[in-house]
């Protein structure tokens, strides 16, 4: 089995995997997310600020927005702090703290366009500079406000996946089997399930796509159970506990689905390295009928719940011919 292994390795790698021979610990996180570093040229022109900031958290997000705006009118409060408080009236000059936080509060109320009045520019330069602040800040609320807008229309699958992925008793043989499933009332239909493994031999990661006995489903709407059968025609044929242990693998899983409240495609994705791969157990169910039978409850907390089993034995098969 052990040479099995090793022939299909060298005579079925791909070359259209998206990644270079060599890699990181993973190249696909478990949130999805590319574990690529990019350098050399200009973070300006390699950076999209846009794709950044809609990709970033809840927390994050807000964060930044209001470090931001601290920021901004930070900045102009000692712009006006070097034209002189002599050309904002209105001014509390009787300790420097308190004439500190009018200078910053003018500025706030001024990048708002709120401006309750009872402090305001005199002469060219501090009307000049509140303008063009009041300016900016209308364009930063309306950037905000984009941003918001596209956070929240985002579509997204809203899918958890596994934290493990099982190899597993399957009919008289065994399986790859991780699960997945919705977490959110969104309605996914369609859903379709792509698997490439990269395996690395000699200093260089080679992939393979993984066949799965369900590629795709018309309808999202419990838990799918992910099954790639290990047979002659599979790189993992052969394989014991301690080849998955000592051999670095990645199965990268990408799913896309068609959102019906969106009307557009989703797409999720996630790996499963070696030390994620449990040899010899099976999942548990995660869902139950209700007690007055007129609806299925699924546990979502249940997703990576597995016991451990005994795997059936298959016979080493040296003369098989190799695919």
């Known amino acids: 089995m052990v040479s099995h292994f090793k022939n299909f ?5 791909r070359d259209d995997s998206g990644f270079s021979a060599m890699g990181s610990e993973r190249f696909i996180r478990k ?13 300006l022109t390699r950076t999209s600020w846009y794709h950044t900031m809609l990709g970033l958290s809840s927390v994050r997000f807000i964060v930044y927005l209001v470090l931001g705006y601290i920021a901004i009118n930070i900045l102009f409060a000692f712009i006006y702090q070097l034209i002189g408080i002599e050309h904002l009236s209105g001014i509390d000059s009787s300790t420097p703290l308190n004439e500190l936080v ?20 005199v002469g060219f330069l501090a009307s000049l500079v509140s303008t063009f602040e009041a300016f900016l800040g209308l364009l930063a609320f309306a950037i905000a406000t ?3 807008y596209g956070r929240f229309s985002r579509p997204q699958a809203f899918i958890k996946f596994s934290e493990n992925a099982l190899i597993a008793p399957f009919q008289e043989g065994t ?14 239909t369609n859903a379709e399930v792509i698997l490439t493994v990269a395996i690395e031999t000699d200093q260089e990661n080679k992939f393979y796509t993984l066949e799965t006995q369900l590629k795709k489903i018309s309808n999202l709407a419990l838990n799918w159970t992910v099954v790639h ?36 495609t989703v797409v999720q994705r996630t790996s499963y390295i070696s030390p994620e791969i449990v040899y010899g157990a099976k999942f548990l169910p995660m869902f139950t009928i209700a ?14 719940a597995f016991v451990r089993t005994e795997l059936p034995k298959i016979e080493d098969d040296e003369s098989a011919p190799v695919p």
């Open 9 to 13: 390795i060298r005579q079925k790698s």
């Open 31 to 43: 949130d999805g997310s590319t574990n690529v570093q990019m350098k050399g040229g200009n973070i």
């Open 102 to 121: 009018d200078v910053f509060f003018f500025s706030s109320q001024t990048f708002t366009t709120v401006g309750y009045g009872r402090i305001a520019p």
């Open 146 to 148: 984009g941003l918001f």
């Open 175 to 188: 399986a790859l089997m991780f699960r997945l499933a919705p977490y959110k009332n969104n309605s996914l």
């Open 229 to 264: 059968v290990i047979n002659k025609d599979s790189p993992f044929y052969g394989l014991t506990d301690q080849d998955f242990r000592t051999t670095d693998i990645e199965v990268i899983v990408q799913l896309s689905a068609f959102d019906d409240v969106f009307s557009n």
């Open 291 to 304: 007690k007055d039978g007129s609806t299925t409850v699924m546990d979502i907390d249940k997703l990576n």
